[in-house]
């Protein structure tokens, strides 16, 4: 995979040399750029020689001077530019296995490469790691990494990754502490697995590593319609141990490092913490502390939030289970406003069942099959829905497709309660 550009930002060196879309970066300074890190640590220099293969097939070589600290204003296809590092396992709890044909081609990679870890947080088991890949982490000290450890108990990680090296964990982790490369830790609970006194098991030894560990996630294992492995289903009484257990362990450790994701709560119908239990949290997009996001931006959004607005306007909220009540707390604050009607439509997921409640997982059909008797003038769903930079749900289904369909207007955000992105949909 070469270093494919894919955009050119404004008023930039690149965009100054006319480098367009599509061109390809053969080499930097007579080096081949094996991925981000290698072109950032390129980009260092002062004067480049850069080796350009234009949309047409011609090669062009360009000679540049700038600061060191100057980049060119590339973004490319990739963060990697050679093969992806495949994943090795065969993990029982494997969320890609549970997914049946016809998605979007990317939902089918199994990635399980360091490099993505450091450039863009994906989780990595480190089962995969050559001597070649150990060096340059640790000549470059390359962290944090996102690592997938499940457990430490040796015998039962090689059972749950299926892989003889899965049981090498706790040398890994000797191996990045001596290092001192510094991780973000992810627990992917299985009821009668890795719970209870496995858990227990996995936190103690997690102490022996609190200098390098920044945050650990627990998460409970996404069970679809599809699965095969007999795994179970999360219980309350599951999620209200899991709790207790996390804060046992930040009190021994003195710390907020422990997090459970917020499907725990929910699913213990205990309170959502306070932001001071998330830390910085660096671990949002595994679904910790979205929640309690959710609802302090909320507070602060309705204090700039208009009294009335001059037309009269109809908002639907499309959620899932894992923030309907959330959703409905908020939207009984926004009814308050004059003119403003906002409602909350609660979705299922009938393609991959009804055990999977994130709002990430909602195919494009789904919606539609949803929402197509309401009565619907303007609909507000999260961008999570959609794949990053696109309009397109799991299943290639589009957002025109959707407005088609439901005969109104689908706003897809980031932040459905930012002050000025909701302020710019009520007054539209």
């Known amino acids: 995979m070469p270093a494919i550009i894919s955009e050119v930002l404004e008023e930039s060196i690149a965009q100054e040399l006319d480098f367009q879309k599509g061109d390809k970066i053969i080499s930097i300074n007579g080096e081949k750029p094996q991925d981000m890190i290698d072109y950032r640590y390129m980009m260092c220099e002062e004067e480049i020689e850069i080796e350009i293969e234009k949309t047409n097939g011609e090669i062009e070589i360009y000679e540049i001077e700038k600061d060191f600290d100057e980049d060119l204003g590339i973004v490319f296809e990739s963060a990697v530019f050679d093969r992806i590092k495949p994943c090795t396992n065969h993990c029982i709890f494997c969320f890609i296995d549970q997914q049946p044909e016809g998605l979007r081609k990317s939902l089918y990679i199994k990635d399980d490469d360091y490099r993505l870890s450091y450039l863009q947080g994906t989780y990595v088991t480190l089962t995969n790691l050559t001597s070649k890949d150990r060096e340059r982490i640790e000549r470059l000290h390359l962290g944090p990494l996102y690592v997938s450890v499940h457990t430490t108990n040796p015998k039962l990680r090689q059972q749950m990754l299926n892989n003889p090296k899965a049981a090498n964990i706790l040398e890994d982790l000797k191996w990045l502490k001596k290092a001192d490369i510094p991780i973000h830790a992810q627990i992917v609970l299985c009821p009668d697995y890795n719970d209870g006194k496995e858990l227990e098991n996995t936190l103690k030894d997690f102490e022996n590593f609190k200098s390098i560990i920044q945050s650990i996630a627990i998460v409970p294992v996404g069970i679809t319609k599809f699965h095969k492995n007999n795994l179970s289903l999360l219980t309350k009484e599951n999620a209200l141990n899991v709790i207790k257990q996390v804060e046992s362990f930040n009190k021994r450790v003195k710390k907020h490092l422990a ?38 931006d909320f ?15 109809s908002i639907t909220f499309a959620t899932t289970p894992s923030a309907q009540k959330v959703i409905s707390e908020i939207v009984e604050d926004l009814n308050k406003i004059e003119n403003l009607k906002c409602n909350v439509i609660t979705l299922k997921n009938n393609f991959f069942g009804d055990n999977v409640i994130v709002a990430g997982l909602i195919t494009g059909k789904d919606l539609i099959a949803q929402l ?12 999570i829905m959609l794949r990053p930079y696109t309009n397109d749900f799991l299943d290639n289904i589009t957002v025109e497709e959707v407005e088609k369909e439901l005969s109104c207007k689908v706003f897809p955000i980031k932040d459905i309660y930012s002050s000025r992105e909701f302020a710019e949909i009520i007054n539209s």
């Open 299 to 313: 507070e602060e959004t309705k204090k700039l939030l208009p009294a009335k607005i001059k037309k009269p306007k």
């Open 372 to 383: 197509k008797d309401e009565k619907i003038e303007n609909l507000i769903i999260p961008s």
């Open 259 to 296: 997090m459970a994701s917020d499907e725990f709560f929910l699913k213990a119908d205990y309170p959502i913490p306070p932001k001071e239990y998330y830390g910085n949290f660096a671990q949002i997009e595994d679904g910790v502390g979205a929640l309690r996001l959710l609802m302090d």
